[in-house]
């Protein structure tokens, strides 16, 4: 598949830390509870650290007591793309950013109704809290 931001593997891993790497390109997940956004209730905009797309915000967010971040969607649905995983002897569903293919966690229908039902649950390592939309890039 196409995207709209491509890089080499030696490209990603020019900008990507060795944690970031393992997790958005090799579909690692961080161990639970060791993720800085976990447990994080600032304000702002979650960007995918692989491409800086705006994916989640944080009025989004919840705590699932799950050991990850959780959101309750994003921005926007056409942000993520949604993938079958069969791997570790269960079905899920992976999410991905659709800028640029990078694994982010999966997907759960086990939040709170009031919640619209859904869990993004992400690995911590694959985001950038952003003040706002337009805030530059750090």
């Keep these: 598949m196409a ?17 970031a790497y393992k997790t958005l390109r090799e579909f690692g997940t961080e161990n639970p509870w060791t993720g ?3 447990e994080n209730d600032d304000p702002g905009i979650y960007r995918c650290r692989g491409c800086e797309t705006a994916l989640f915000g944080s ?7 799950c050991g990850w971040a959780a959101f309750s969607g994003p921005l926007a ?21 659709s800028t640029c293919g990078s694994h982010l966690g999966y997907l759960f229908r086990d939040a709170p109704e009031e919640l619209g039902g ?8 694959g985001l950038r809290l952003s003040e706002s939309l337009s805030s530059a890039v750090s």
């Design 59 to 65: 009025e989004t967010k919840f705590n699932a007591e």
């Design 3 to 19: 995207y709209k931001v491509e890089r080499t593997e030696a490209e990603w891993r020019q900008v990507l830390d060795p944690a």
């Design 36 to 38: 800085r956004y976990v």
């Design 77 to 97: 649905e056409e942000l993520i793309e949604r993938h079958e995983d069969r791997s570790q002897g269960m079905l899920r569903t992976e999410i991905r950013c």
């Design 118 to 125: 859904w869990r993004y649950c992400v690995n911590s390592v």
